[in-house]
Protein backbone atom coordinates (compact mmCIF):
# COMPACT_ATOMS: atom_id res chain seq x y z
CA UNK A 1 0.00 0.00 0.00
CA UNK A 2 0.51 3.43 -0.48
CA UNK A 3 2.91 5.15 2.41
CA UNK A 4 3.72 2.50 4.25
CA UNK A 5 6.45 0.31 2.33
CA UNK A 6 9.37 2.50 1.98
CA UNK A 7 7.34 5.60 2.90
CA UNK A 8 10.54 7.28 4.91
CA UNK A 9 13.08 7.43 2.27
CA UNK A 10 10.51 8.88 -0.26
CA UNK A 11 10.01 11.73 1.72
CA UNK A 12 13.20 12.47 2.23
CA UNK A 13 13.80 12.60 -1.05
CA UNK A 14 11.02 14.73 -1.52
CA UNK A 15 12.45 17.29 1.45
CA UNK A 16 16.14 17.06 -0.17
CA UNK A 17 14.62 18.00 -4.04
CA UNK A 18 12.91 21.01 -2.54
CA UNK A 19 15.84 22.28 -0.90
CA UNK A 20 18.15 21.84 -4.04
CA UNK A 21 15.12 24.14 -5.88
CA UNK A 22 15.67 26.77 -3.47
CA UNK A 23 18.99 26.58 -3.91
CA UNK A 24 18.99 26.66 -7.45
CA UNK A 25 16.33 29.71 -7.26
CA UNK A 26 19.06 31.63 -5.37
CA UNK A 27 21.47 30.87 -7.59
CA UNK A 28 19.99 32.18 -10.65
CA UNK A 29 18.65 35.53 -8.97
CA UNK A 30 19.46 38.36 -11.57
CA UNK A 31 22.14 40.79 -10.96
CA UNK A 32 23.79 43.82 -13.16
CA UNK A 33 27.86 43.52 -14.33
CA UNK A 34 28.84 47.16 -13.27
CA UNK A 35 31.67 47.00 -15.73
CA UNK A 36 29.99 46.70 -19.12
CA UNK A 37 26.13 46.46 -18.47
CA UNK A 38 26.13 42.43 -18.99
CA UNK A 39 23.26 41.02 -16.65
CA UNK A 40 24.15 37.58 -15.55
CA UNK A 41 23.62 36.13 -12.53
CA UNK A 42 25.11 35.77 -9.06
CA UNK A 43 26.84 32.78 -9.22
CA UNK A 44 26.24 31.50 -12.90
CA UNK A 45 28.20 28.64 -14.32
CA UNK A 46 29.65 27.61 -17.64
CA UNK A 47 27.81 25.17 -19.39
CA UNK A 48 29.36 21.80 -17.63
CA UNK A 49 27.29 19.01 -20.19
CA UNK A 50 29.96 16.41 -21.58
CA UNK A 51 29.01 17.02 -24.72
CA UNK A 52 31.21 13.78 -25.92
CA UNK A 53 29.94 11.23 -24.97
CA UNK A 54 31.23 10.71 -20.95
CA UNK A 55 27.36 11.69 -19.57
CA UNK A 56 23.99 10.45 -20.33
CA UNK A 57 23.24 13.70 -22.79
CA UNK A 58 19.74 12.20 -24.48
CA UNK A 59 20.03 12.96 -28.12
CA UNK A 60 18.80 16.51 -29.25
CA UNK A 61 15.77 15.81 -30.47
CA UNK A 62 14.43 14.33 -27.41
CA UNK A 63 15.18 18.46 -25.94
CA UNK A 64 16.71 17.64 -22.61
CA UNK A 65 19.28 20.52 -23.27
CA UNK A 66 17.49 22.28 -25.84
CA UNK A 67 17.64 26.04 -25.75
CA UNK A 68 13.86 26.54 -25.14
CA UNK A 69 12.09 23.62 -23.24
CA UNK A 70 8.10 22.70 -24.16
CA UNK A 71 7.21 25.93 -25.83
CA UNK A 72 3.49 24.91 -25.77
CA UNK A 73 3.48 23.54 -22.44
CA UNK A 74 4.09 27.27 -21.17
CA UNK A 75 2.75 28.79 -24.03
CA UNK A 76 -0.38 27.19 -24.98
CA UNK A 77 -2.62 28.48 -27.00
CA UNK A 78 0.06 30.05 -29.11
CA UNK A 79 -1.53 31.64 -32.46
CA UNK A 80 -0.14 29.93 -35.18
CA UNK A 81 -3.47 31.00 -37.73
CA UNK A 82 -1.87 33.41 -40.37
CA UNK A 83 2.00 32.90 -39.61
CA UNK A 84 1.96 31.54 -43.27
CA UNK A 85 0.48 34.96 -44.80
CA UNK A 86 2.38 36.29 -47.70
CA UNK A 87 4.80 38.27 -46.11
CA UNK A 88 6.06 39.84 -49.17
CA UNK A 89 3.01 41.92 -49.72
CA UNK A 90 3.37 43.69 -46.17
CA UNK A 91 6.70 44.57 -46.86
CA UNK A 92 8.34 42.42 -44.61
CA UNK A 93 12.10 41.73 -44.24
CA UNK A 94 13.05 37.98 -46.04
CA UNK A 95 13.27 34.90 -44.18
CA UNK A 96 16.59 34.87 -41.92
CA UNK A 97 19.83 33.27 -43.64
CA UNK A 98 22.89 33.68 -41.63
CA UNK A 99 23.51 35.03 -37.60
CA UNK A 100 26.91 36.66 -37.61
CA UNK A 101 28.05 38.27 -34.52
CA UNK A 102 31.35 40.19 -35.71
CA UNK A 103 32.84 40.65 -32.32
CA UNK A 104 32.94 36.89 -31.08
CA UNK A 105 33.84 35.64 -34.89
CA UNK A 106 30.39 33.79 -34.53
CA UNK A 107 28.76 33.18 -37.82
CA UNK A 108 25.80 30.25 -38.07
CA UNK A 109 23.51 29.51 -40.92
CA UNK A 110 19.81 30.00 -39.57
CA UNK A 111 17.18 27.39 -40.42
CA UNK A 112 13.50 28.17 -40.52
CA UNK A 113 11.57 25.73 -37.70
CA UNK A 114 8.09 25.32 -35.86
CA UNK A 115 7.47 22.82 -33.49
CA UNK A 116 8.21 19.28 -32.84
CA UNK A 117 5.17 16.58 -31.78
CA UNK A 118 6.08 17.25 -28.22
CA UNK A 119 4.91 20.68 -28.43
CA UNK A 120 8.30 22.57 -28.14
CA UNK A 121 10.19 24.60 -30.53
CA UNK A 122 11.76 22.35 -32.94
CA UNK A 123 15.75 22.94 -32.91
CA UNK A 124 18.38 21.45 -35.30
CA UNK A 125 20.01 18.64 -34.79
CA UNK A 126 23.29 19.76 -34.94
CA UNK A 127 24.82 22.53 -32.57
CA UNK A 128 26.16 24.43 -35.58
CA UNK A 129 23.03 25.25 -36.65
CA UNK A 130 20.10 27.55 -35.15
CA UNK A 131 16.65 28.12 -35.51
CA UNK A 132 14.23 30.66 -36.42
CA UNK A 133 10.63 30.63 -35.16
CA UNK A 134 9.30 30.42 -38.17
CA UNK A 135 5.54 31.02 -36.93
CA UNK A 136 6.62 34.30 -34.94
CA UNK A 137 8.09 37.66 -37.19
CA UNK A 138 11.25 37.91 -38.53
CA UNK A 139 14.33 40.05 -38.01
CA UNK A 140 13.27 43.23 -38.99
CA UNK A 141 9.63 43.15 -38.76
CA UNK A 142 8.22 46.42 -37.29
CA UNK A 143 6.59 44.67 -34.32
CA UNK A 144 7.17 41.94 -31.81
CA UNK A 145 10.12 38.96 -30.85
CA UNK A 146 11.46 37.51 -33.85
CA UNK A 147 13.23 34.03 -31.99
CA UNK A 148 16.01 32.31 -32.38
CA UNK A 149 16.97 29.18 -30.71
CA UNK A 150 19.77 26.19 -30.64
CA UNK A 151 21.85 23.89 -28.73
CA UNK A 152 25.02 24.79 -27.12
CA UNK A 153 25.90 21.06 -27.57
CA UNK A 154 25.24 17.88 -28.21
CA UNK A 155 26.42 14.53 -27.18
CA UNK A 156 27.14 13.66 -31.24
CA UNK A 157 28.38 16.68 -32.69
CA UNK A 158 30.23 18.65 -29.39
CA UNK A 159 29.83 22.09 -28.64
CA UNK A 160 28.24 24.45 -30.69
CA UNK A 161 29.15 28.01 -31.54
CA UNK A 162 26.15 29.06 -29.15
CA UNK A 163 28.68 28.44 -26.54
CA UNK A 164 30.15 31.84 -26.62
CA UNK A 165 26.91 33.86 -26.38
CA UNK A 166 27.43 34.36 -22.27
CA UNK A 167 30.48 36.37 -23.69
CA UNK A 168 28.56 39.05 -25.46
CA UNK A 169 28.30 42.54 -23.72
CA UNK A 170 25.47 45.45 -24.05
CA UNK A 171 26.40 47.69 -27.70
CA UNK A 172 27.73 44.62 -29.67
CA UNK A 173 26.11 43.84 -33.09
CA UNK A 174 24.22 41.45 -34.42
CA UNK A 175 23.65 40.90 -37.65
CA UNK A 176 21.00 38.96 -39.90
CA UNK A 177 20.97 38.41 -43.27
CA UNK A 178 18.41 37.11 -45.74
CA UNK A 179 17.46 37.04 -49.29
CA UNK A 180 16.38 40.47 -49.21
CA UNK A 181 19.75 42.36 -47.27
CA UNK A 182 20.97 42.36 -43.47
CA UNK A 183 19.46 43.36 -40.63
CA UNK A 184 21.31 44.98 -37.77
CA UNK A 185 20.43 45.23 -33.89
CA UNK A 186 22.24 45.67 -30.99
CA UNK A 187 22.70 44.19 -27.58
CA UNK A 188 20.50 45.06 -24.54
CA UNK A 189 20.74 42.68 -22.29
CA UNK A 190 22.81 39.18 -21.86
CA UNK A 191 20.46 37.07 -19.11
CA UNK A 192 20.80 33.62 -17.60
CA UNK A 193 17.22 32.44 -16.97
CA UNK A 194 16.00 29.55 -14.99
CA UNK A 195 14.43 27.50 -17.46
CA UNK A 196 10.73 27.00 -15.46
CA UNK A 197 11.37 31.05 -14.54
CA UNK A 198 11.39 31.44 -18.34
CA UNK A 199 8.18 34.05 -19.41
CA UNK A 200 7.76 32.62 -22.78
CA UNK A 201 4.52 34.68 -23.69
CA UNK A 202 7.13 37.76 -23.05
CA UNK A 203 9.77 35.98 -25.28
CA UNK A 204 7.19 34.84 -28.32
CA UNK A 205 5.35 37.51 -28.65
CA UNK A 206 4.04 39.67 -31.88
CA UNK A 207 3.05 42.61 -29.95
CA UNK A 208 5.02 45.76 -29.11
CA UNK A 209 8.11 46.74 -29.64
CA UNK A 210 10.38 44.67 -32.81
CA UNK A 211 12.97 42.75 -30.88
CA UNK A 212 15.79 39.87 -31.80
CA UNK A 213 15.83 37.11 -29.03
CA UNK A 214 18.79 34.33 -29.28
CA UNK A 215 18.26 31.43 -26.89
CA UNK A 216 20.56 28.78 -25.67
CA UNK A 217 21.38 26.42 -23.02
CA UNK A 218 23.33 27.46 -19.87
CA UNK A 219 23.93 27.15 -16.14
CA UNK A 220 24.22 24.13 -13.89
CA UNK A 221 24.25 20.75 -15.92
CA UNK A 222 22.30 18.06 -14.21
CA UNK A 223 22.66 14.31 -15.41
CA UNK A 224 19.39 13.70 -14.52
CA UNK A 225 18.17 16.79 -16.28
CA UNK A 226 20.36 18.48 -18.33
CA UNK A 227 20.92 22.38 -18.11
CA UNK A 228 18.70 24.27 -15.53
CA UNK A 229 18.25 27.47 -17.76
CA UNK A 230 18.59 29.37 -20.88
CA UNK A 231 20.96 32.14 -21.85
CA UNK A 232 18.74 34.67 -23.43
CA UNK A 233 19.75 37.76 -25.23
CA UNK A 234 17.83 40.46 -26.28
CA UNK A 235 18.67 42.92 -29.16
CA UNK A 236 17.23 46.00 -30.48
CA UNK A 237 17.33 47.07 -34.52
CA UNK A 238 19.63 49.46 -34.80
Not at 4 to 29: F, K
Request: proline share 9%; net charge positive.
Amino acid sequence: MFGQQGGRPWLTALLVSCLVVMVAGWRLAITTDSGGGQILPVSASAPTGEPHGRSPIAPPAAGPDAAISRVSERLSGSPTGGANQSRADRGEPGPPRMLAIPRLDLKMPITAVTIDDTGAMALPTRPTEIGWYAYGPRPGSARGSAVLGGHVDSREYGVGPLVVLKQLRRGDDIVITSNKGTERFQVSTIRLIGKQDLDLRDVFTREGKPLLRILTCGGTYRRSGGYQANVVVTARPV
